[in-house]
């Protein structure tokens, strides 16, 4: 994994203040690729109640999470019960390394 500890110390915390304490973050891409260099971060973020404002929570927690992380570009998948399945979330879900 290609994150520092305290890049993910950060990220679970914006994490926990913005869509709360039981969210479950995943990095997948290629940042789980030791082998590999540089790249963007990709995080699915799965919460366990609906969102009311998903699409906005998405944007917000993403801005906050490359803030936080110095300008570094983050792809941002946010994932309530409410939101239908697509491959992408399947490939990160089944790939995805938990934080």
């Known amino acids: 994994m290609r994150l520092t500890a305290e890049q993910r110390r950060l990220i679970k915390q914006v994490t926990a ?4 304490a039981g ?5 997948f891409g290629s940042r789980i690729d030791d082998s590999l260099r540089g790249g ?9 109640e ?5 699409f906005e929570a998405e944007i917000r927690l993403g ?3 490359e803030r936080a992380l110095g300008g570094q570009r983050v792809d ?3 994932l309530d019960p409410l939101t239908p ?3 992408v979330h399947r490939s990160a879900l089944a790939t995805g390394v938990a934080l």
């Open 40 to 48: 963007d971060i990709d995080l699915l973020v799965r919460v366990p």
């Open 85 to 87: 399945l697509q491959p």
């Open 50 to 54: 609906a969102l009311a404002q998903r």
């Open 63 to 65: 801005a906050r999470l």
């Open 17 to 20: 203040e913005q869509v709360g």
């Open 76 to 78: 941002l998948l946010l």
């Open 23 to 27: 969210a479950q973050v995943l990095l």
